[in-house]
Nanobody
Framework: QVQLGESGGGLVQAGGSLRLSCAAS????????MGWFRQAPGKEREFVAG????????DYADSVKGRFTISRDNAKNTVYLQMNSLKPEDTSVYYC????????????????????WGQGTQVTVSS
């Protein structure tokens, strides 16, 4: 079992930056593709960014392309989401998720594809 813990959320003005971290503990020896999702009140959880186990491939939702960057440090069992040029519409609870990929590791876009989830961290962007 893998446990995920997000940190780095907070309140920021529009145009500002935040860096979220997601630390994995437990059975971290397996290969996991990782994703960041977000959920605003009254809305469904949506894909934000994904990264393969090796970190060689990434992808982003159109709404964050060019502003957000996902990265990972497997030695530290940590995934990051650097968020720049934040907008009020980025306000959400942000979740990291892990998908066990023992053989092929791709980018996964749907919540049902992931095996493990963190508790989330609140990001609030003021206008």
């Amino acid at each position: 079992q893998v446990q995920l813990g997000e940190s780095g959320g907070g309140l920021v003005q529009a145009g500002g930056s935040l860096r979220l971290s997601c630390a994995a503990s437990g059975r971290t020896g397996s290969r996991y593709a990782m994703g960041w999702f977000r959920q605003a009140p009254g809305k469904e959880r949506e894909f934000v960014a994904g990264i393969t186990w090796s970190g060689g491939n990434t992808d982003y939702a159109d709404s964050v392309k060019g502003r957000f960057t996902i990265s990972r440090d497997n030695a530290k069992n940590t995934v990051y989401l650097q968020m720049n040029s934040l907008k009020p519409e980025d306000t959400s609870v942000y979740y990291c998720a892990a998908k066990n990929t023992p053989k092929y590791s791709g980018i996964y876009y749907y919540t049902y594809e992931y095996d493990h989830w963190g508790q989330g961290t609140q990001v609030t962007v003021s206008s």
